[in-house]
């Protein structure tokens, strides 16, 4: 007889296959850092192509002065001492302008009209008048003459020789009356005639006929208060701005050599006719006249020039320059004053040591040297190599 199989001794094995690709905490923990390190790029890629919109102010070594060996120099224009905006006396319509941009006119010369026949009418009128009252003290005089000799004869009383008498005092002081309105119709009429105040040449022409003009004190509305601009060319200088820094190497008859921005290529022998006795707060500058020796027709009035005072002595010695930044750029933090600087669309911190303030801006005094390009109120956030843009105007 066959043993039967012991039954009891089988079991089932219920252990999971293993799973191709490795466990699963593995997995998502190399998914994990593949989107860390995805997002870290893609952050770093957005911050490097985006950039910053940033307002950029600049940082001015104002007054425009330099001392080297030979001497300072600044930069201005040619302006000149005797000019002026020609305006009629009294109110009225041109009729007539006898001038263009660069005549020459000699002083006293009429040189424009206004409408008149109302003040030629006033004129005829005030000689009519005074015609009329030199003929009264005319019979005034005769009817006293005949009252002192009938006075002699005892044929009036003193009273109607006192009363012919009074009639010829007053005749006269009505005849004197009368000619002083003649002589002001005469002097309006006159105003109607627009002369140049002296010889120059006319730089501009400001109203033409037709036009209602008035004396400047009373312009306004569609009314022009000057009819031309003209200027003595003969006059003409140099007004520079100096660095104060610098001014008291600068002294009244000293040389200069004159440089035109239209001419590069030729100077002009000039001499420094004032200083002015002033400074202005906001550039820190103060203003020197130079007079201009060689004349030459080629110098006109506003244009650029450069002026190099001649040194007073055989060495000179530089001043520092003086450099302002508008205070919107400057940033303070923990007492420490800094800077951003603009660089290629970049901008990185500089920090500075700030002087006194001239309005909107503040010197600096180490930290930069005058050109840079400075971001204005600078947004929060902002770090070394952080790209900027400029904000749309």
Do not use: C
């Amino acid at each position: 007889m066959t043993d039967s199989p012991d039954l009891a001794s089988l079991r089932i094995d219920r252990t999971p296959p293993p799973r191709r690709g490795g466990p699963p905490v593995l997995t998502a923990a190399l998914v994990f850092v593949m989107v860390v390190v995805a997002g870290f790029f893609a952050l770093r890629f957005s911050r490097a192509t985006s950039a910053v919109t940033v307002s950029v102010g600049t940082a001015e070594a104002t007054g425009g002065g330099s001392a080297t060996g030979a001497g300072i120099s600044a930069n201005g224009y040619v302006v000149a001492r005797t000019k002026a905006s020609v305006s009629s006396k009294v109110l009225g319509r041109l009729s007539w302008v006898g001038i263009t941009e660069g005549s020459e006119v000699k002083v006293n010369e009429v040189i424009a009209r206004l409408e008149s026949a109302d003040y030629e009418a006033a004129l005829l009128a005030a000689n009519a008048n005074v015609a009329q009252l030199d003929a009264q003290h005319v019979q005034a005089q005769r009817d006293l003459k005949r009252a002192q000799s009938l006075r002699a004869q005892d044929l009036v009383s003193d009273a109607d020789l006192e009363s012919a008498q009074t009639r010829v005092e007053v005749s006269l002081a009505q005849a004197n009356a009368g000619r002083a309105q003649a002589r002001l119709a005469e002097a309006t009429l006159e105003n109607t005639r627009v002369r140049a105040p002296f010889t120059g040449t006319v730089l501009r022409k400001d109203a033409e006929v037709g036009e209602i003009v008035a004396p400047s004190s009373a312009g306004g509305g569609l009314t022009r208060t000057a009819i031309v601009t003209m200027a003595d060319l003969s006059t003409l200088e140099v007004e520079v701005d100096v660095n104060e820094a610098y001014i008291a190497q600068v002294v009244n008859g000293q040389p200069a050599r004159i440089t035109l921005d239209a001419y590069p290529d030729t100077s002009f022998a000039g001499r420094v006719r004032q200083v002015v006795p002033t400074a202005d707060r906001q550039k820190a500058t103060v203003l020197v006249k130079v007079s201009i020796l060689d004349r030459d027709p080629r110098i006109l009035p506003e244009m650029g020039a450069k002026v190099v005072f001649e040194a007073r002595d055989a060495q000179v010695v530089a001043a520092p320059r003086r450099v302002f930044v508008p205070q919107a750029a400057l940033v303070q933090s923990g007492g420490r004053a800094s800077v951003w600087v603009m660089e290629n669309d970049k901008v990185r911190q500089q920090a500075v040591d700030v002087g006194p303030a001239r309005g909107d801006r503040i010197e600096v005094r180490q930290g930069l040297l005058g050109g840079e390009s400075l971001v204005l109120s600078p947004p929060a956030g902002l770090k070394d190599g952080t790209k900027v843009k400029l904000a749309a105007r």
